[in-house]
């Protein structure tokens, strides 16, 4: 059961990256999905959230309208595409698991991170 | 959006020590809180969901307590394995914000 992103690496600011997240041991499809940022020496921050089913998204403020979530539940993965990348966007991303408990829900499995650098 | 506060930002104790950590979240979320462990370089782990529920294979000596808008986690002896940097996260509404950090040193 593991969780394994890639894609990250330096790119300059206005610039625009995919990363992805290949998931395994478990049925992919049944899960809802978040992306979850780190900058360096920071805390955490959520990013982004992605259904199922890909019918609810949503968005931290601080990234709506330049990146995308999106899965392919046929090739259990997750996607995250940056565009308008800002020095401020830099940070390790981690693709996570929702597991739900009753109404409830937590992030209950996580990926090791993928490192985004955006600097000139 | 929720404002998710941790008290203390930093803490120094000492193994077999009792340690206690606040979450304050800005309004009312009801039990939908969960706590973190994350050590340097690794991955944040659940240790707590639903404010008191015991992640598998995580320690007795760690607790949490509370509901709405106040809650703790407790440690209730310090191991030298502990020592990292612990996080609430809401999960009551998007965006789903984390308490800032408190992180956990060896006195």
């Known amino acids: 059961v593991q969780l394994v992103e890639s894609g990250g690496g330096l790119v300059q600011p206005g610039g625009s990256l995919r990363l992805s997240c290949a998931a395994s041991?478990?049925?992919?499809?049944?899960?809802?999905m978040h992306w979850v940022r780190q900058a360096p020496g920071k805390g955490l921050e959520w990013v982004s959230y992605?259904?199922?089913?890909?019918?609810?998204?949503y968005y931290a403020d601080s990234v709506k309208g330049r990146f995308t979530i999106s899965r392919d539940n046929a090739k259990n993965s997750l996607h995250l595409q940056m565009n308008s990348l800002r020095a401020e966007d830099t940070a390790v991303y981690y693709c996570?698991?929702?597991?739900?408990?009753?109404?409830?829900?937590?992030?209950?499995?996580w990926g090791r991170g993928t490192l985004v650098t955006v600097s000139s | 959006d929720i404002q998710m506060t941790q008290s203390p930002s930093s803490l120094s104790a000492s193994v077999g020590d009792r340690v206690t950590i606040t979450c304050r979240a800005s309004?009312?979320?009801?039990?939908?809180l969960n706590w973190y462990q994350q050590k340097p370089g690794k991955a944040p782990k659940l240790l707590i969901y639903v404010v008191s529920s015991l992640q598998s294979g995580v320690p007795s000596r760690f607790s949490g307590s509370g509901s709405g808008t106040d809650f703790t986690l407790t440690i209730s002896s310090l191991q030298p394995e502990d020592f990292a940097t612990y996080y609430c996260?809401?999960?009551?509404?998007?965006?789903?914000?984390f308490g800032q950090g408190t992180k956990l040193e060896i006195k």
């Open positions: 309004q009312s979320i009801t039990r939908y």
């Open positions: 992605i259904s199922s089913s890909s019918s609810t998204i």
């Open positions: 041991g478990f049925i992919f499809s049944s899960y809802s």
């Open positions: 996570a698991m929702r597991r739900d408990s009753g109404s409830y829900w937590y992030f209950d499995l």
């Open positions: 996260q809401q999960s009551y509404s998007p965006p789903y914000t």
